[in-house]
């Protein structure tokens, strides 16, 4: 069965502080996807970002970045001068192969940003 | 722009009154899919559909149930609402893949608040 662990049900930083959401999964697929996605207060699940089981680069967008290790499962993503619209609840996501029937979600981490 | 709509927004009903949650979307998507968020966020699978005439069941039993008579369309119904069926309801959709990959397009989501 798969698993995704966000242990940190809720962070609150000042502005422009850096912050990072943790994210560990268990799976038994050797080809998997991992997602992170944003719910802002709206409602509405924004993706983020998309990586394989076979990509371990980190990746950077903006002010955003991921940090993949495979050797410990873990997928974090890294806020670099938060910002209040930040705000929101992130979560991270695992997809395994073979046709998965949708995603397995973590339980999410709502970030608050102050300012 | 919103690619993929649900209606309504909230609702608040009585108890024992049957509901329809609507959902469309304008991608072609041929997978589809409708999770349940309680109020601590958790997000859980509780139908999914591969296109037309397709239903399957999700990870968390549900007594909703839904129906795909087209591919755009993917309504849930409560036939009797009941206090616990209080939710957060968000339909999402995707291109179908046996690779993993899907990334999901998430409506904003439906809130259902039973008296």
């Known amino acids: 069965a798969q698993k995704v662990t966000q242990a940190q049900t809720e962070i609150s930083v000042v502005e422009k502080e850096d912050v990072t959401l943790d994210c560990v999964y268990e799976t038994r697929d050797t080809t998997y996807y991992l997602f992170w996605y944003k719910q802002p207060p709206s409602g509405e699940l924004v993706f983020l970002i998309r990586r394989n089981s076979f990509d371990e680069q980190n990746e950077i967008s903006g002010r955003y970045s991921w940090n993949f290790q495979k050797s410990t499962s873990s997928f974090n993503f890294t806020i670099t001068a938060s910002q209040v619209v930040d705000s929101a609840v992130y979560f991270c996501a695992l997809s395994g192969g073979g046709g998965a029937d949708g995603l397995t979600f973590g339980k999410g981490t709502h970030l608050i940003i102050q300012p | 722009e919103a690619d993929i709509y649900q209606t309504p927004r909230y609702l608040v009903i009585g108890t024992g009154k049957k509901i329809t949650l609507e959902c469309s979307q304008t991608?072609?998507?041929?997978?589809m899919y409708w999770y349940q968020q309680d109020p601590g966020m958790e997000l859980h699978l509780i139908h999914y559909?591969?296109?037309?005439?397709?239903?399957e069941k999700g990870d968390l039993s549900s007594e909703s149930t839904v129906s795909r008579i087209r591919t755009e369309h993917f309504p849930l119904t409560l036939e009797s609402a009941r206090p616990s069926h209080t939710s957060q309801y968000l339909c999402a959709s995707s291109e179908i893949s046996f690779s993993g990959a899907n990334v999901l397009t998430f409506g904003a989501g439906s809130r259902l608040t039973v008296l």
């Open positions: 559909s591969y296109g037309v005439n397709s239903t």
């Open positions: 991608m072609g998507h041929d997978k």
